[in-house]
């Protein structure tokens, strides 16, 4: 007996997932552009998680925020025991809902560490 390999079907394969993968890559770009822009916020994303957010990395996310790097991040997702490259996909509806409050609190000038009298005192001055 002897086989014969047929290349088409794996070339033909090949190029769609590239074709994929440039599909997910433009999407998450546009989605990144979205967030820096302010058009739409990172709560929401954790919270709705688009399927171009489904396989990123949380700090991925959270980096593409304006003045978002990675000291920021890490230190953001040591308050609670979240790997920077957990998957948005892959976490809990507990999860999302904890990251995605912490995030709108930190939007709204509270720092997620602070107490909120510190932060109450702060802006009446």
């Known amino acids: ?9 794996a070339d033909q394969q090949h190029m769609r997932a590239l074709q994929r993968a440039n599909q997910v890559r433009l999407a998450r770009a ?5 967030v820096a822009t302010g058009e739409i916020e990172v709560a929401d994303v954790i919270l709705d998680c688009p399927w171009e957010a489904e396989s990123m990395a949380v700090a991925d996310l959270l980096m593409s925020q304006r003045r978002w790097g990675q000291t920021r991040c890490r230190k953001f997702l040591s ?3 979240m790997s920077e490259k957990k998957p948005v996909g892959t976490m809990t509806e507990r999860q999302r809902r ?19 009298w510190v932060t109450d005192t702060l802006t009446r001055v």
Request: hydrophobic residues 45%; aromatic residues 2%.
């Open 1 to 9: 007996m002897t086989a014969t390999a047929t290349l088409a079907p």
């Open 30 to 34: 546009e989605l990144k552009r979205r």
């Open 79 to 81: 308050q609670i025991p």
């Open 98 to 116: 904890t990251l995605a409050g912490m995030l709108r609190n930190a939007d709204r000038g509270r720092a997620w560490g602070a107490a909120p």
